[in-house]
């Protein structure tokens, strides 16, 4: 009897041991940061014109298809992951910074013709007084 006593515990704790590590949760994907950075892209995709191409937009491009590229590895750790999320936070910002300078330039050229619209109106109207 005593001799079957080391080998059932030994039996126990190799069984506990495989129970943990069968339920332990596998990495979990960064999906909402992945989608978060697809959305800002997108935006932003519409506010940039072809005569502005925008470095801030590519960078967000680059860095939303390494972290696609992570997350997609079929022996992924959480520490690729972590990676994955972090370069789509990145992407996210690169993205947002693109789309506010596209109407930051967007706003300048309209101010720019709205200006010329006014001197227009303001030289009209001189022509007009003067009559």
Do not use: F, W
């Amino acid at each position: 009897m005593r001799s079957t006593l080391p080998m059932r515990v030994l039996v126990l704790l190799a069984s506990a041991v495989l129970l943990v590590a069968c339920t332990s949760n596998p990495p979990e994907k960064p999906r909402g940061a992945l989608a978060t950075a697809q959305q800002a892209i997108t935006l932003a995709n519409r506010a940039v014109t072809q005569k502005a191409q925008s470095v801030p937009l590519y960078e967000a491009e680059k860095k939303l298809n390494q972290a696609r590229g992570i997350v997609g590895k079929p022996d992924a750790t959480e520490e690729d992951y972590t990676k994955a999320r972090r370069l789509a936070e990145k992407a996210t910002l690169d993205a947002r910074l693109a789309q506010v300078q596209a109407e930051t330039h967007q706003a300048q050229a309209r101010k720019i013709e709205l200006g010329e619209i006014l001197e227009t109106l303001r030289e009209d109207l001189h022509l007009e007084g003067a009559e």
